[in-house]
């Protein structure tokens, strides 16, 4: 057990023949006992300055701790974010080249397509110009046939004769209204 300045107080010792001088003695020890005292409030100070340090110690481990936690999950939720978003931009590439491709064939077939009506539009102007000009060649024979003459001949005579009969019926509506 340690020694406190209650029992430095109580201190007695015993008496001899030509001992100290007993009033310095006291005195002595009444300083002895001051600074003991003053002593036992500085450790008391110091160990609650300790305890007070290593609560804030604690504390901040406590808190360096969460914070490696907290960086760790942090660092992890980045690389996941990071992943997903590699995964989402290959999707997304994916998707755009698939459509890409789509578009593609679709303006091909388009383009297909034109081209076969376009050759087809080309043999039926070259079949219709054949045509044509069959047509205008058998009118040219038929215009330069001598029976053209004689259709003329005979229809320049019908002609004439329906311009009499129609010229005769007037005529004769307009001497029967008289």
């Known amino acids: 057990m340690s020694l ?12 001899k023949i030509r001992g100290y001088d007993e009033d ?21 100070q110091y160990e609650e300055e300790i305890r007070q340090l290593n609560e804030k110690n604690s ?29 989402e931009a290959q999707l997304i ?13 679709e303006a091909l ?6 081209a076969l009506e376009i050759e087809e539009l080309k043999k039926q102007a070259s079949i219709y110009r054949t045509r044509f ?16 003459n004689k259709l003329e001949t005979h229809e320049y005579n019908n002609r004439r004769e329906t311009v009499k009969d129609d010229y005769d019926r007037e005529a004769a509506v307009t001497l029967q209204q008289k």
């Open 4 to 15: 406190t300045p209650l029992d430095i107080h109580n201190k007695e010792f015993s008496r």
């Open 133 to 148: 000009v069959s047509l205008v060649e058998a009118q040219l024979e038929l215009l330069k046939d001598s029976g053209w």
């Open 24 to 44: 310095e003695v006291n005195e002595f020890l009444d300083q002895v006992i001051k600074d003991y005292e003053q002593l036992i409030r500085e450790n008391k």
């Open 59 to 87: 504390h901040f481990s406590n808190i360096e701790e969460t914070l490696s936690k907290t960086i760790i999950v942090a660092q992890e939720t980045a690389d996941e974010v990071k992943h997903n978003s590699k995964k």
């Open 93 to 105: 590439i994916k998707e755009a080249e698939k459509n890409a491709d789509r578009i593609i064939n």
């Open 109 to 114: 077939a388009k383009s297909r397509k034109v």
